[in-house]
C-alpha cells in the first residue's frame, strides 16, 4: 500500500505533471492500493476550504476519498508519533508535528509514503518514503 502525502495529492489534483499520471496508473495496474491519513485529510479541506472555487475544491476531496483508503491514528501509530518525536527532539532535528503524524500512521500500517518533499521526512526513523 501507498500511503500518499499532502503535497502529492494536490499535485494529483493539479494534473499537471504527466510522469505522477503514469505512476499512479502503473500502481493501480500492479493492483496496490493508495491511503491517505486523516492528517492529510485535514490539510485537503483546509485548503478546499480556503479555495476561492470552494464548491469546486470540496468535491474533489470527496471524489478522491472515494478512490483512497483512510488510515487514521491508533494507539500504535500514537506510540510511533510520541518515541519518533522524542528521539528527534533528543537530536536536536524536530521535525513539523504534521508530518511525523502521517509518517508514524504510514509506519503503524506498514505503508510506503510517497511526497515530494523528502526533507520532510528524512530524519525520521524507520520509515519508507519514495519521491514522485
Given at each position: ?29 500492479l493492483?496496490?492500493?493508495?491511503a ?21 475544491s ?66 525520521i ?8
Amino acid at each position: 500500500m501507498y500511503c500518499l502525502d499532502t503535497n502529492l495529492v494536490i499535485d494529483i489534483f493539479r494534473g499537471k505533471d504527466p510522469r505522477l499520471k503514469s505512476k499512479i496508473e502503473y500502481v493501480k495496474s500492479l493492483g496496490t492500493g493508495f491511503a491517505i491519513t486523516t492528517i492529510t485529510l485535514c490539510e485537503l479541506y483546509k485548503g478546499a476550504f480556503l479555495s476561492s472555487n470552494k464548491e469546486q475544491s470540496i468535491a474533489q476531496v470527496n471524489a478522491f476519498l472515494e478512490s483512497v483508503s483512510l488510515y487514521t491514528q491508533d494507539k500504535l501509530s500514537c506510540s510511533l508519533f510520541g518515541q519518533d518525536f522524542a528521539l528527534l527532539k533528543d537530536k536536536g532535528m524536530q521535525t513539523e508535528e504534521a508530518n511525523l503524524m502521517i509518517a508514524s500512521i504510514s509506519k503503524a500500517n506498514n505503508c510506503m509514503l510517497v511526497t515530494r518533499n523528502v526533507k520532510d521526512f528524512r530524519n525520521i526513523p524507520n520509515i519508507v518514503v519514495d519521491t514522485w
